[in-house]
């Protein structure tokens, strides 16, 4: 099973250092259903969810007067899949 989906990159300084895609923690919670649970991507169905999402985070961070000002999200088309061995 295959799904097109978008997540976010993040981008850490003003010079473009570090590019990453966000993990699940991002949304303000991290819930561990079971020991050795791998951790998820930040994933949405839409590229408009994704882009409102960055703008919100963007908006958030771009006023502070530390390293966090220059934090820059973007949503990027990821693919998901899922295989079960036969």
């Not at 850490?12 to 303000?28: A, I, K, T, V, Y």
Request: proline share 5%; with cysteine.
């Amino acid at each position: 099973m295959i799904r097109k989906l978008w997540a976010i990159q993040f981008r850490d300084s003003s010079n473009g250092e570090r590019l990453f895609p966000l993990f699940d923690s991002w949304h303000g919670y991290r819930k561990i259903f079971y020991k050795g649970e791998p951790t998820r991507a930040l994933l949405f169905e839409t590229r408009a969810t994704a882009r409102r999402w960055c703008q919100e985070k963007t908006l958030k961070y771009i006023d502070r007067q530390d390293c966090c000002k220059f934090w820059r999200f973007r949503p990027i088309r990821v693919t998901e899949s899922l295989k079960v061995p036969r």
